[in-house]
Nanobody
Framework: QVQLVESGGGLVQPGGSLRLSCVASGSTFANDNMGWYRQAPGKQRELVARITNGGSINYADSVKGRFTISRDNPKNTLYLQMNSLEADDTAVYYC????????????????WGQGILVTVSS
């Protein structure tokens, strides 16, 4: 069974940096499209960044130029480098593996990590 475990969150001052990591176990990580989502208090969960199995990347407009998503396939690890953090970046951040259909008999479900809190405050 696939498990995603996030780490690297915490409290940081405005303008600071953090790097989130997500280790995937029991998965076909190199073949998976992966993403980072976040959910702030009272708001819906939103996509922050996504990286495909081929390395294509897209970002939410609010984080472009500040956040960088990357992956290390041999280590089964997804990263999110967050720079120039702002108070509005405060949220629980979730690692996500997208569902994938290889054939009618071979389907991989969507998987979420447990989430990790990032707090940006002085």
């Amino acid at each position: 069974q696939v498990q995603l475990v996030e780490s690297g969150g915490g409290l940081v001052q405005p303008g600071g940096s953090l790097r989130l990591s997500c280790v995937a176990s029991g998965s076909t990580f190199a073949n998976d499209n992966m993403g980072w989502y976040r959910q702030a208090p009272g708001k819906q969960r939103e996509l922050v960044a996504r990286i495909t199995n081929g390395g294509s990347i897209n970002y939410a407009d609010s984080v472009k130029g500040r956040f960088t998503i990357s992956r290390d396939n041999p280590k089964n690890t997804l990263y999110l480098q967050m720079n120039s953090l702002e108070a509005d970046d405060t949220a629980v951040y979730y690692c996500n593996r997208e569902a994938r259909v290889v054939s009618p008999r071979l389907r991989f479900p969507e998987v979420w990590g447990q989430g990790i809190l990032v707090t940006v405050s002085s």
